[in-house]
């Protein structure tokens, strides 16, 4: 399985991680791209602003793409994530993931997006008109 | 001894800087070390969760903490 796991501080290349995992083993790729929503609860998002534990953002994201190998017969994970300031309808996140069959592909790349939510150390600020907020900081 | 504690969103902010310093007792553990940080920084306790991560990895047990370990904060994430 080939593994390509990444964090940028500039825009991502949606092109790139599709032919990351596009070997002729692959006869389904999923690709999940989480972008930038425009508003939040119904206010306007000006912008995100990105930041990461980067050696632990790192790990944790290739400890998920290779949990994910031993549960699904993958053939490749590329994970992309961004840092930095990021404005609405720009791509924070692409998981691509390559597998002989569909649902491998598909039911793996679910798991790594959802596990990634949950555990890796990376946050975002949404930054609003009157205000900004950590996501998730508060119960 | 002195330990340095790197922070995060959130935490970053209510710590006022990337990198902490606290001086602990030798022999402190990740527990010992979440009390003291609760002193110093109140608002870290309204907080949904706040996990600590030695040397990159999560702590589920206390660890004593040894002098050049990297810690960290863990504010609840919110990547993707």
Known sequence: MTLDIQIFDTPLDLAYCVRSVSDAGSGGIQVFIGNVRNQTAGKTVLRLEYEAYHSMALREMEKIANEAGRRWDITGVVVHHRTGILSAGETAVIVAVGAAHRHAAIDACRYIIDTLKATVPIWKKEVFEDGAVWVSAFP | ?80
Do not use: W
């Not at chain 2, 990198?19 to 990740?30: N, S």
């Not at chain 2, 070390?33 to 969760?49: C, D, F, I, K, T």
């Not at chain 2, 589920?60 to 919110?78: F, N």
């Open chain 2, 1 to 80: 001894m002195k330990v340095d504690i790197l922070t995060f969103g959130i935490a970053r902010e209510i710590c006022g800087g990337r990198l902490i310093q606290i001086d602990v007792e030798a022999g402190t553990d990740t527990d010992g070390l979440r009390l003291l940080l609760a002193e110093r920084y109140p608002a870290l306790s309204g907080l949904a969760q706040l996990n600590i991560a030695v040397n990159s990895e999560y702590v589920t047990e206390p660890v004593t903490l040894h002098p050049g370990d990297e810690i960290a904060i863990i504010p609840p994430v919110s990547g993707g």
